[in-house]
């Protein structure tokens, strides 16, 4: 075989690396440049300064282009439907919580609807969407000269102010055809805002007159699958109306003197009041169409109240009745809906009239707001307890009151004493399944609103009741939501587990699945809401056991996921915990880890990178230059590593991290043992099989493996000879482990390898070498551009070269099948391309 | 902004019966102080009967007749030629009110051809220089509860293709049966006239039911009058094609101001109906007439 010798070129990597580098152009304000936001200041003259001429224009242009994201948004693709049904929810959750907020305030006053409207309402919205065409036909001068709205003339002003609103009404008969979902939403927008803004500037009339449009657009049913959000949209616009009537009403009869109490009677509102109360019934009964008269009176009907202490309850029946009138069941059925929303203030009243019935107290409290009945918690608690117990057992009363009460806070000086009062009858429940029940539910109560004292005698309770006949197995679930609700109020770790009894509260869980259960959802909380790294030992002791607890459930039979899953908790807390300065400490911690969590290869993974990150932070520390004591210390840590490397299944995971582990050595000067991890990464590459299992799927090994030698490579060249070993021992070495490894018949990735070690000899044969390890002699310091290492290098090239010129051979030698091979593949109609290579190629073999 | 004259009386809803005593206040509102050759109030009621246009050419005999009739006017001198001073001046008053001679006082109504109207009228005097202020406010007078026992009149009635009149065509109308009640037909004022109606069946869908609300205004003597009933209000009662055999409620609050208690006097008449009116589809219209009574007690 024929030798070519090898000379390696000198390279200067300053000087190549300086006449490669781009030039750093400084950016002045204004300028062009394509990462920047787009602007439309231009200033060209800049420009041909920097880049030439025939560039200033492209940027110039480029400069003016719309941006491409913002421009899909404009309305002709489907994105900007689903923007279009997005943002009514925005907007519906940016107004419900204004409306809570409002309604909190005067919620006694208001009584107010009841709880899911806030939140079904955006649903709703969300759900109910459509992209056909809708219309709004608004009709403003319908009333016009009609007794309805003329019963107002009764004073001259109403008569000027008719007269006025004339000028409103020509020409405002108008159709909105052609309209898209969005457009509607803003168009009704628009009407509620002139609403108010007519309500603001005293044009009672026009307000009422578009109220009045406005539930006129409910009679009509086309696109029907819009229905529902217009329903939403509407009644707002109706609840507006009505609040600002209500409103209005009392606050006339609010005088300097005293203010309306809120629970005000009849005899309390004075007849200016009245009289513009009656005034507003009259005008909404003399409206001509059935449906906007029925809307329009359920949505002031609450004003009943100045007039007569059953007006709500005389009107129920008859608008109940009103609705029959209404031949389109759909729309009728919403009406209902509307009657429901308006009323079940009432409703309210009337149970309690009804002798505590406590099935109807029980629907009560699961119909209503929370807010409502949060506020009246005491008066709840009043009726559960005098209520009869045979229809209705009351733990499930007590439940209901504590799920309203979960959602929404009581009165602040109540709030004690609605806990003491409910669980000095839930303490009594002799049936532990009824008994858990209801404690589940006020857990969540007592965390919200009071300090681990209460939780930790609320759980000693739980438990003291669950104990008995080991009747916790029957109620796994509820202990379970139970520790989820503690967990999820108590984010600070340290009081947490202060909370003495909330150790022993997880010893009820015994049956071992639903144990690891909770252990993961106090990991994910830990993860989740554990900001700084800790190394409290109250919290370390007891996560420990609890990772312990996950970590031990693992068997032959757990499922791959399931291991991953738990790894990534305990991971987590691994990551964690930190003693500091005291690295000692964190070491001897990894050590309890390991032996802890030996069955997780992700957790030993994380061990051995978080011990590498010690070393390294070590070397930080004393800023490169170890002293006895530290160096020992990154031994024990390079010790660890390479004990622990083994003990791993996962080939790539092992070669990976002894390279790693390796460089960490070498970076702490640790140099016979880098030597070892590379060592002995060398004697595991014949180990590597040919197709691993990646994700469930086999697949070759052989890209991975050089991946992984030409990272090997990189490092090597830094590491410096051992003394007693001969020259380039390691990359000797390799070279032999690569020659001996079974490759793929035919395969160019042993070549590809040994042109990546005709890299790396050649950057090795350099005077400088390219990069270097801060305080690790490299053999370029080492041999000084020694001949005989030279020498030696090239010898080792030759030889490697040698090797590549084999494999063209043997390429050659196929030729003939290749030329076969690109024939067949020229005749099918698309690589007619390959008949002309077809042609070329026996000329070439010739020559 | 001048001078301003402003009435303010004293009962919210300016209800008054005959016999009470009307008070307020006449409020003088200035920047600066007002010269004046005195502030009157006045009182008038009148009835101002008014001819339809198709009925002007042929009784203008009745002309006569037709002449605003006057029903109270009292006028009262409240304040002396003199000067306010600048700010809000308040002068309260107080008028009995009594009819003219031997003249009732009707209720307030606002009709078409008849209107029964009460007012205030406080007129400033000023100098040449400045012009007199005037400011009309008006009231409302309810005429006294009726004596008597009042007795509800409750009307059944049934509605069929075979019941209807002037039809033009009964060969050409769907088959349908409507049943019906009013309360009463003799209704008190403020109280809503109510009912059901029921739809038993139609072979046409029904488009709209409306309760149409009538007066019937009559203007002259024995000798010759107009009558010509008009609407007041329109009310649906039921949209699109209702479940049959369902009472749908016949509900209708009597308008204030546009309804009285029915009147009859020798020089006119005021008289109230109403018609349920049925819309089938495609275009038929049923109308039920009932003469209602009314009264206030």
């Known amino acids: 075989m024929a030798v070519f010798p090898w000379h390696s070129r000198n390279r200067n990597y300053k000087a190549e690396f300086a006449s490669c580098r781009l030039e750093a152009v400084p950016l002045e304000f204004g300028d062009y440049h394509p990462l920047k936001p787009i602007t439309v200041t231009e200033s060209k003259t800049k420009k041909v300064n920097r880049k030439g001429s025939t560039s200033s224009t492209s940027s110039s242009s480029s400069s003016s282009v719309v941006d491409p994201l913002s421009s899909v948004l404009d309305g002709t693709d489907p994105l900007s439907m689903f923007a279009a049904t997005a943002d009514p929810v925005a907007l519906a959750a940016a107004t419900d919580s204004s409306r809570r907020k409002r309604d909190r305030d005067d919620n006694s006053v208001v009584g107010s609807d009841f ?79 002139s609403l108010k803004d007519a309500w603001a500037s005293d044009q009672k009339v026009k307000a009422l007159k578009i109220v009045i449009q406005c539930s006129k657009l409910l009679s009509d049913t086309s696109v029907i699958q819009f ?206 399944q009824d008994y858990i029940n209801c404690a589940e539910v006020w857990v969540e109560y007592t965390c ?71 252990c993961k959802c106090i990991m994910d909380a830990f993860i989740k809401h554990q900001q700084e790294p800790t190394k409290d030992p109250v919290i370390l002791n007891a996560l420990l056991h609890v990772c312990k607890t996950m970590h031990d459930s693992v068997n032959a039979l757990t499922l791959e996921d399931e291991k991953r899953m738990l790894s990534y908790l305990i991971n987590g807390f691994i990551k964690m915990v930190s003693f500091g300065r005291d690295f000692e400490q964190q070491l001897s911690f990894y050590v309890e880890s390991r032996s802890m969590f030996c069955n997780l290869e992700p957790v030993l993974v994380q061990l051995i990178h978080s011990v590498n990150r010690l070393a390294m932070e070590t070397r930080k520390l004393m800023k490169g230059n170890h002293s006895r004591k530290t160096a020992a210390f990154v031994r024990a840590c390079v010790a660890y590593c390479f004990i622990t490397i083994p003990s791993l299944a996962g080939i790539f995971t092992r070669l990976n991290l002894y390279l790693h582990s390796g460089q960490v050595a070498l970076a702490n000067q640790c140099l016979s043992q880098a030597d070892a991890f590379f060592k002995a990464a060398i004697s595991l590459i014949p180990e590597v099989p040919k197709m691993i299992n990646i994700d469930g799927k086999m697949r070759p090994s052989e890209s991975f493996l050089l991946e992984f030698l030409c990272n090997f490579f990189s490092t090597l060249l830094i590491v410096p000879d051992h003394p007693e070993h001969g020259v380039l021992f390691l990359v000797r070495e390799l070279l032999n482990v690569i020659q001996d490894y079974t490759w793929e018949d035919n395969s160019d990735e042993k070549i590809r390898i040994y042109t990546c070690v005709l890299h790396l000899l050649s950057a090795m044969s350099q005077e400088t070498y390219l990069y270097h390890i801060d305080k690790v002699d490299s053999n370029d310091s080492l041999y000084g551009g020694d001949s005989k290492f030279l020498a030696e290098n090239n010898k080792l090239c030759e030889t490697v070269m040698a090797q590549i010129l084999e494999h063209l051979k043997t390429l050659a030698k196929d030729e003939v099948k290749t030329l076969e091979y690109i ?21 070439q073999t010739r020559t | 902004m001048g001078t ?294």
């Open chain 1, 115 to 193: 709880e899911p409207w806030a939140n079904k309402r955006g649903e709703i919205l969300a759900r109910y969407t459509t992209t056909e065409k809708l219309s709004i036909n608004l009709f403003m001068g319908s009333e016009k000269g009609k007794a309805g709205t003329a019963t107002l003339a009764m004073s001259e002003k109403v008569r000027t102010r008719l007269e006025e609103l004339d000028d409103f009404e020509e020409g405002s008969q108008k159709e909105l055809l052609n309209l898209t979902q969005q457009d509607y939403v803003n168009r009704i927008e628009e009407l509620n805002q």
């Open chain 2, 4 to 297: 301003a004259l402003d009435i303010k009386i004293k009962r919210a809803n300016k209800v008054y019966h005959a016999g009470e005593v009307l008070s307020g206040v006449v409020v003088i509102s200035s920047k600066d102080s007002v010269q004046h050759q005195g502030v009157s109030l006045t009182m008038e009621g009148t009835v101002n009967l008014q001819l339809s246009a198709k009925s002007v050419g042929v009784f203008e005999a009745f002309y006569n007749s037709v002449k605003p009739i006057q029903i109270i006017n009292s006028t009262i001198e409240m304040v002396k030629p003199g000067k306010f001073p600048s700010g809000k001046t308040e002068i309260p008053f107080e008028f009995p009110l009594h009819a003219k001679g031997n003249k009732v006082l009707y209720e307030t109504y606002h009709g078409v051809f008849v209107n029964i109207q009460y007012t205030l009228r406080c007129d400033m005097r000023r100098s040449l220089l400045a012009k007199d202020l005037t400011k009309t406010c008006e009231f409302i007078v309810h005429s006294a509860p009726q004596k008597g026992k009042f007795t509800p009149s409750p009307v059944d009635f049934t509605i069929t293709p075979e019941t209807l009149q002037n039809v033009k065509e009964r060969a050409l109308l769907p088959k349908f049966l409507l049943r019906g009640h009013l309360n009463s037909t003799n209704c008190v004022i403020t109280q809503p006239l109510t009912g059901e109606l029921v739809v038993e069946s139609s072979e046409a869908a029904i488009r709209s039911m409306e309760l149409q609300l009538v007066r019937v205004e009559t203007c002259g003597c024995a000798e010759g009058y107009a009558r010509d009933a008009t609407e007041i209000q329109n009310i649906q009662i039921a949209d699109g094609d209702v479940c049959r055999g369902l009472s749908v409620p016949i509900y209708m609050v009597f308008p204030r101001l546009f309804t009285c208690p029915t009147l009859e006097t020798t020089n006119f008449k005021v008289e109230f109906e109403v018609n349920i009116v049925v819309l089938l589809h495609p275009d038929h219209l049923i109308t039920e007439n009932f003469p209602l009574k009314l009264c206030r007690i």
């Open chain 1, 448 to 518: 919200k609103h009071f300090t681990k004292r209460e939780v930790n005698t609320v759980l000693a309770d739980v438990i003291k009741h669950m104990t008995p006949d080991r009747a916790f197995e029957d109620s796994y679930p509820q202990l379970q939501l139970i520790i989820k609700k503690v967990i999820a109020h108590f984010h600070d770790f340290s009081v947490l587990f202060s909370v003495e009894k909330f150790l022993p509260f997880l010893d009820m869980f015994q049956k071992e699945s639903v144990r690891v259960e909770v």
């Open chain 1, 227 to 432: 229905y529902p959000s217009k329903f939403v949209l509407i009644t707002d616009i109706l609840d507006t109306f009505g609040k600002l009537v209500y409103e209005r009403i009392f606050s006339m009869c609010v005088d300097n003197r005293s203010v309306l109490p809120d629970h005000f009677s009849p005899e309390n509102a004075n007849d200016t009041a009245k009289e513009t109360c009656l005034n507003w019934f009259f005008k909404i009964a003399s409206i001509r169409e059935l449906i906007p008269r029925f809307y329009v009176e359920a949505s002031i009907l609450k004003c009943n109240k100045f007039l007569s202490k059953t007006g709500i309850s005389e009107c129920l029946p008859r608008l109940t009745c009103m609705i029959r009138g209404i031949g389109d069941p759909l729309v009728s059925v919403y009406a209902r809906a509307y009657l429901c929303r308006a009323l079940l203030t009432e409703m309210m009243e009337r149970c309690k009239k009804l002798g505590n019935n406590a099935l109807l107290l029980n629907s009560v409290m699961s119909a209503f707001r929370a807010e409502f009945i949060a506020t009246r918690s005491m008066d709840f608690i009043g009726m559960i307890k005098e209520c009869d117990e045979s229809g209705f057992p009351k733990h499930l009363l007590f439940r209901s009151l504590g799920l309203n009460l979960a959602l929404a806070d009581p009165p602040e000086s109540d709030r004690l004493q609605i806990l003491n009062e409910a669980w000095k009858v839930i303490t009594k429940l002799k049936n532990p």
């Open chain 1, 823 to 843: 024939k067949k593949q020229s005749k099918q109609p698309d690589m007619t391309h390959l008949t002309e290579l077809a042609l070329r190629l026996p000329l």
